[in-house]
Structures are given as structure tokens and as C-alpha cells.
């Protein structure tokens, strides 16, 4: 398994994390628990029943991605 603290921890530019709680491709389990720490300002959202593919063509998985980035850009707008 890679450690991507440091990767996670360098990032500089507001960020969220949409993930599938039955995602195939990455353990998703502990994103929380994990980006948390190092990034407290991170929006993360693991989604119940979503597998990996489904983040692009499930209309939860859609929805939640739209309110994320509408989050992001509200937050960019605002920001002094």
C-alpha cells in the first residue's frame, strides 16, 4: 500500500474529495481519518453504495460532485 501523506499534506488549493464507499479501485474506508489531520480544511464525502465508475454516471454521485465544487467556487468568490 503507498503513503501519500506528504503528496496530501503539499496540497495548497482549496480541494474535495467525492469517493464511493464500495469503490473498487482505492479503499476509501479511512479518507476521513486519513486527509483529515493533514488537511482540516478538506470538504471529504464517501458516498454509501457507490463503486468507483459509478462516480461519474450515478446521478448521487453526480449531484454530490456538483455541490462540492459549487462549495469550492462559493468559497474562491468569497475569499478576501
Not at 486519513?34 to 478538506?42: A, V
Amino acid at each position: 500500500q503507498l503513503d501519500h501523506r506528504a503528496n496530501i499534506a503539499a496540497v495548497s488549493r482549496p480541494t474535495a474529495v467525492v469517493a464511493g464507499s464500495r469503490d473498487e479501485a482505492f479503499d476509501t474506508s479511512r479518507y476521513v481519518e486519513d486527509f483529515q489531520p493533514l488537511q482540516p480544511s478538506w470538504r471529504i464525502e464517501r458516498l454509501t453504495d457507490i463503486g468507483h465508475a459509478d462516480l461519474v454516471v450515478a446521478p448521487a454521485a453526480t449531484q454530490a460532485i456538483v455541490r462540492a465544487t459549487e462549495q469550492l467556487l462559493t468559497q474562491a468568490i468569497t475569499r478576501p
